[in-house]
């Protein structure tokens, strides 16, 4: 019952950050300097476009009305209309979404793959040769732009071993498979980093806390202390480091999926800002802001599920 | 994990100005930097060819006769650009930090002494920031700005304020209660000589020590924003547009894409390590 309660209270507590997020959507057409129609249609659109653009966006209207349409809109699922391809927004952002979701999936359980094993391993040799090592990972990583260590992956992977396609999605689960390697991996690499650090410094307060000292001083050996008494609350720690990190890892998503020509939202978003289609645009902004906010929230009901330590009041 | 140093002994972090205590991951980081700015500053000493000049009967030669890194398809030579690429990369980076940490910093300074609606207001703001991904929001603001340094420098300063007020605020709401700033609010000195002369050098080690990885990460969005056509204006070099026009180049060519992004991870190493080096001299490892 108290879970529940929680989950609702996190629940209200998104929707003062989904209004905002609406806000910050609607007012980015606001930034286009001079008349936004114009500007964003470019010099050579004809005025048929550009009227049709501002009726679109109600850029005649005050604003407060314009934002009263748009909200309005979003409240039956209309996310606007894209210019480029003439259908709606969320067809378009829909039928897209599903290579996202791949990606954002398979590259969580790729970067828990990596980086959880290699934090047991720094922790539980703390200040060895490997624990350094493996703590210049992060130093090393931070600075590697996601899109280069696509570029380099798909060179060594790709084109010399031949071991992974090197772009699109594949046509059945099995190629979907295929082709999210090396996409999940550029992700992955670029949420290691961020964290094994974290991942190592929680390792370490559990391993010094007072039940795994008993459980050593029982005569356990390290193996079973690592495996049956800290790797729960590595995994607590996982959920609670990624979900810090989730927007960032959305985020890296928008520039991969352009290497590999995956056919996903960022593609999309990219996509439209050459073809200036100002509402997928916008579209798949918000989008992208709601997957981060739900993400956060699946996050936080994991981590009180997983930690009975975590205050629900 | 951040351990609890009293923010009494953190008083003396910048503002007691005592002599710079090197650590050998400080020195490194900053030997790194120092030989990146170097080589930006002196590009022309170090190359004599032009990073723009064109010429097509000399496109894409191997590394030798006189071009170190060989040209790119344009003929240009690629470690000329990629010194002077140095050059834009870093002033932006460093630049574009610069005006969040100033517009952060000061909100969080003055939510954190307020608290109150102006703190309420701010952290729902921050809220609402956060929750949008940074790549998608300062891409995002770019198109919506049009491309160019100039909207660099708005749309990082627009989504990266944020963290400095956050990170600003968290120390003021701890300092604000230690004796040194109780003893200045009693002897009634106005507000702002409290926060300017007695707290701010108290509360800006930790912002000061996330601008090295911030810059990091301005640097990556510019790199990325040139690899997406959307960075500095083409002619100027840029690491990120050096990448994205030796992508099209990878099986024959794959140091074109390869070098550029290695300057890029050995800038971001040398930031890391500065950092680095500063959380450990003030012990907050």
Same mark, same amino acid.
């Given at each position: 019952m108290r879970y529940l309660a929680y989950v609702l209270r996190r629940l209200v507590a998104t929707v003062p950050v989904l209004f905002g997020i609406s806000l910050i959507v609607f007012f980015m057409i606001h930034l286009v300097p001079g008349d936004p129609a114009k500007t964003l249609l470019g010099i050579r659109a004809t005025d048929k476009a550009v009227a049709a653009l501002q009726k679109s966006f109600g850029l005649d209207k005050p604003l407060w009305e314009q934002y009263l349409d748009f909200m309005g809109r979003l409240a039956h699922g209309d996310l606007g209309r894209s210019f480029f391809y003439n259908v709606d927004a969320s067809e378009l952002v829909s039928g897209r979404l599903p290579a996202t979701l791949w990606l954002v999936v398979s590259a969580t359980v790729l970067a828990l793959l990596i980086s959880v094993p290699l934090a047991v391993l720094a922790a539980s040799r703390r200040g060895s040769a490997l624990d350094q090592v493996i703590r210049a990972v992060p130093l090393v990583g931070l600075g590697m732009p996601a899109f280069w260590v696509g570029i380099m992956l798909v060179l060594v992977f790709g084109l010399k071993l031949r071991l992974f396609p090197v772009s699109g999605f594949g046509d059945d689960v099995a190629g979907h498979l295929r082709s999210i390697v090396l996409p999940a991996l550029t992700v992955a690499l670029a949420l290691t980093p961020i964290l094994i650090r974290s991942l190592r410094t929680s390792m370490i307060a559990v391993l010094d806390s007072d039940y795994v000292v008993t459980a050593r001083a029982k005569g356990l050996t390290h193996r079973r202390i690592i495996l049956s008494h800290t790797l729960r609350n590595a995994a607590v720690s996982s959920v609670t480091v990624l979900g810090v990190n989730v927007a960032y890892l959305v985020g890296s998503t928008l520039v991969v999926e352009r290497v590999f020509a995956l056919p996903g939202i960022g593609t999309l978003m990219l996509d439209s800002i050459f073809n200036r289609d100002f509402a997928v645009? /916008?579209?798949?902004? *918000?989008?992208?802001?709601?997957?981060?906010?739900?993400?956060? @929230?699946l996050t936080d009901l994991a981590h009180a599920a997983l930690d009975p330590r975590v205050e629900l009041s | 994990m951040t351990t609890a140093v009293g923010p009494v002994a953190r008083g003396r972090g910048l503002a007691a100005r005592r002599p710079l205590r090197m650590n050998a991951t400080l020195a490194a980081g900053l030997a790194l930097l120092g030989a990146l700015v170097l080589a930006a500053v002196f590009a022309p000493l170090l190359t004599s060819w032009d990073p723009i000049e064109q010429d097509l009967s000399r496109s894409l030669q191997d590394p030798g006769n006189g071009h170190l890194l060989g040209t790119d398809q344009l003929g240009r030579d690629v470690f000329a650009? @990629?010194?002077y690429g140095a050059r834009t990369d870093l002033r932006v980076g460093a630049l574009a930090v610069l005006f969040p940490f100033l517009i952060g910093g000061a909100l969080g300074l003055v939510a954190g002494w307020r608290g109150g609606w102006f703190d309420l207001v701010l952290m729902r703001v921050v809220d609402i920031v956060v929750a949008i991904p940074f790549f998608v929001l300062v891409i995002a603001l770019v198109f919506a700005l049009g491309s160019g340094t100039r =909207?660099?420098?708005? +749309?990082?300063? *627009?989504? #990266?304020?944020?963290?400095?007020?956050?990170? !600003?605020? #968290?120390?003021? @709401? !701890?300092?604000?209660? /230690?004796?040194? +700033?109780?003893? +200045?609010?009693? =002897? #009634?000195?106005?507000?702002y000589r409290i926060l300017l002369r007695h707290l701010l050098p108290n509360v800006v080690l930790q912002a000061f020590v996330f601008s090295m990885s911030d810059i990091v990460l301005s640097i990556l969005a510019i790199v990325t924003l040139g690899y997406l056509g959307l960075g500095v204006p083409q002619p100027t070099p840029d690491w990120g547009s050096m990448i994205q026009e030796g992508q099209a180049f990878i099986f024959t060519k794959w140091y074109l894409a390869a070098v550029p992004g290695l300057a890029v991870v050995i800038t971001g190493l040398a930031l890391a390590l500065i950092a680095d080096g500063f959380v450990h001299r003030s012990g907050r490892r």
């Open positions: 645009v /916008q579209a798949v902004t *918000l989008v992208f802001a709601v997957m981060v906010v739900a993400i956060n @929230l | 650009r @990629l010194l =909207s660099i420098y708005i +749309a990082i300063t *627009l989504v #990266g304020w944020v963290a400095y007020a956050r990170i !600003v605020r #968290g120390e003021v @709401l !701890v300092a604000k209660e /230690q004796e040194y +700033a109780l003893a +200045a609010r009693a =002897s #009634g000195l106005p507000t």
